[in-house]
Each structure stands twice: as C-alpha cells, then as structure tokens.
Nanobody, 115 residues
Framework: QVQLVESGGGVAQAGGSLSLSCAAS????????MGWYRQTPGKQRELVVDVFSDGILNYGESVKGRFTASRNNAKKTAVLQMNSLKPEDTGVYYC?????????WGRGSLVSVSS
C-alpha cells in the first residue's frame, strides 16, 4: 500500500508565496511521475504540475512561470514552490504519485490567497 503525506499550504496574500511538500511511503518499487492537481472553486480538477522521473516538468498553463516543482527520487519526495500567488490559485491541492500499482492521491492541502 502506498501512502502520501502532504504538508505546507495555508494562507497568503496576492503576490506572496507558499510551498507544498509531498512524501510517498509504503511498498513502492517504481515511481514514474509525481505532482499535483488542484480543485479550485467552480472548476474541474486541473493539472498543476507533473514531475517525471527523468526530471521533465509539465506545468499547467495557469501556473507556468510562477510555480516551480522538484523531486528527490531517492527520498520519494516532491516540492512545489508557488510564487506570485493570485486569488484564483485558491483551492485544494492534491499530490499524486504514479507507481507500479497505479496512481495514489494525497488527502489534499488547502491554499487560500486573499486579494
């Protein structure tokens, strides 16, 4: 069984910064991609970033140039640095990991950005 522990998030003002971390544990033999999706009010869940095992990053259009992700393959962790935050970034951010048994999700971290 694979577990994801998320930390970070919280409240920020527009233009500010927050970070999220995600750590995978359990029986994991092979991790392909890690990353985040988010659920913002009134919208469908959308991609924030995929971080592939070879280091390739795939950002959602709405966060390009503002958010930066990285991962540590040995530690099975990933970090999302969110800068220049906007009120429309408010939502619940879900970490995911693609492994040998499919995709697992974290419980989500709340990010709230005030104007």
């Amino acid at each position: 069984q694979v577990q994801l522990v998320e930390s970070g998030g919280g409240v920020a003002q527009a233009g500010g910064s927050l970070s999220l971390s995600c750590a995978a544990s359990g029986t994991i033999f092979d991790i392909d991609s890690m990353g985040w999706y988010r659920q913002t009010p009134g919208k469908q869940r959308e991609l924030v970033v995929d971080v592939f095992s070879d280091g390739i990053l795939n950002y959602g259009e709405s966060v390009k140039g503002r958010f930066t992700a990285s991962r540590n393959n040995a530690k099975k962790t990933a970090v999302l640095q969110m800068n220049s935050l906007k009120p429309e970034d408010t939502g619940v951010y879900y970490c995911y990991v693609d492994h040998q048994n499919g995709r697992s999700w974290g419980r989500g971290s709340l990010v709230s950005v005030s104007s």
